[in-house]
């Protein structure tokens, strides 16, 4: 039978399921002391003072990065497409009086007036893409003219031999090891754009595409990583250590 349900649907109702527990993953939830201040310090070379500006955090999740940009001093509206992850963000920004925009959308056709952000941000986004080079070319046009955009992502795809061993001796445990979950998820990874992993040096190719300019990658993230593995078992801080993680910061140019 005919049916509207896609891979989009698919990808919300994997997030909507993960969403109770997602801030209890490793490396997802952003822990108070050396991790948040490791990502403090990210920002302020990346981006600079924040000076009040605009920024949009695509599929924002429960909110993690949201609320680390707020605290860095930017003015924040944070976009997903899950309204299970939404429910938790918007709890904390009350629990914290952040007064943090959320609204529901999808990454890839957010609605948002154009030219409208300083800013966008996302994290882990970018392998869910199902069509990466038309996102880009929206997220272009959601910057005003001088805006950044930053991509936080790894890929997750052609690990090493160490790389490989570490991530089967470090498999999910917990709810996000539960065999429905890792089905879905596996089924997703399959047939977004990036199934083999999202290199940052196509990414960069694709943003050249969109429009960006003076685009940058940093793949230099051991103080977060070493943060994070801090709050891990040791073959799972180490498989963090040792993985592929970069930044890419692309500009639009101003008029």
């Not at 939830?29 to 003072?49: P, T």
Request: with cysteine; net charge positive; glycine share 10%.
């Amino acid at each position: 039978m005919p049916t509207n349900y896609d891979i989009r649907d698919e990808i919300r109702e994997y997030w909507s399921l993960r969403a109770p527990t997602f801030d209890a993953s490793p490396g997802h939830g952003i822990r108070e002391g050396d991790e948040k201040q490791a990502w403090l310090n990210m920002l302020e070379r990346q981006i600079g003072a924040p000076q009040g500006r605009t920024v949009l955090d695509l599929a924002c999740g429960t909110g993690e990065i949201s609320h680390l940009l707020h605290d860095y001093g930017l003015k924040v509206t944070g976009l997903d497409w899950s309204d299970a992850m939404l429910a938790i963000a918007r709890q904390k920004a009350i629990d914290r009086n952040s007064g943090i925009r959320f609204i529901t959308g999808d990454a890839e056709n957010t609605r948002e007036p154009d030219a409208s952000y300083d800013l966008i941000v996302n994290r882990h986004l970018v392998w869910t893409l199902v069509d990466p080079q038309t996102a880009f070319r929206h997220w272009f046009a959601l910057l005003k003219p001088g805006g950044s955009l930053l991509v936080i992502d790894g890929g997750f795809g052609g690990k090493n031999l160490l790389q490989r061993l570490l991530r089967w001796l470090s498999r999910p445990t917990g709810p996000q090891a539960d065999p429905a979950l890792m089905t879905l998820h596996e089924n997703i990874r399959k047939r977004v754009y990036f199934n083999n992993g999202a290199r940052a040096e196509q990414i960069v190719d694709m943003l050249k595409i969109a429009g960006f300019s003076d685009i940058s990658v940093q793949t230099n993230l051991s103080e977060i990583k070493k943060a994070q593995a801090g709050h891990m078992g040791f073959i799972k801080g180490l498989e963090r250590v040792v993985s592929y993680r970069y930044i890419i910061q692309a500009q639009k140019k101003p008029t």
